[in-house]
């Protein structure tokens, strides 16, 4: 539930963001719409307030024009503040390193791979490889005459 901080009852224009900016006073911003360039126009002050902030609220400007504010809602975290603990300082006794050793490096060893035996593919019969070429070469030929333009008959002009 909302509470409200001080009553300025502004009346609001259609295309401006209204806020609560850092001094405490009401301020307005133009609003980008439509995604094109933004506008560089500086925000205007609308009325002095005076608001002091408190920490855990959220400011905004309300239906009637009156500054309010509402509790933020935090997730997984309480509202209210914890007191500070003192926390104790220790000396953390460091122990020095000791200074590595280098070590030699060792020379890769190639394995030796097993040769495989070639062997030697069937010939095939020569009536295959002819089919094959035959077709492809239609194939090209089809491709070059999908690549012409077409050309359309108009109707001269006499």
Do not use: C, N
């Amino acid at each position: 539930m909302a509470t409200k901080v001080a009553r300025t009852g502004i009346k609001r224009e259609k295309g401006w963001l209204y806020y609560l900016d850092k001094k405490g006073h009401v301020s307005r911003a133009k609003m980008a719409r439509g995604g094109g360039k933004p506008s560089r126009t500086k925000p205007q002050l609308v009325t002095k307030a005076g608001v002091e902030r408190e920490d855990g609220f959220l400011y905004f400007i309300d239906k009637q024009g009156d500054v309010a504010r509402t509790k933020m809602a935090r997730r997984g975290r309480p509202t209210r503040k914890k007191t500070a603990r003192r926390k104790t300082v220790r000396k953390a006794t460091r122990k020095k390193a000791a200074p590595r050793k280098k070590t030699a490096r060792k020379k890769a060893v190639r394995k030796k791979t097993a040769r495989k035996k070639t062997t030697r593919k069937k010939a095939t019969p020569r009536r295959k490889t002819a089919r094959k070429k035959a077709t492809r070469k239609k194939a090209t030929a089809r491709r070059k005459t999908a690549r012409k333009p077409v050309r359309r008959k108009t109707a001269r002009r006499r």
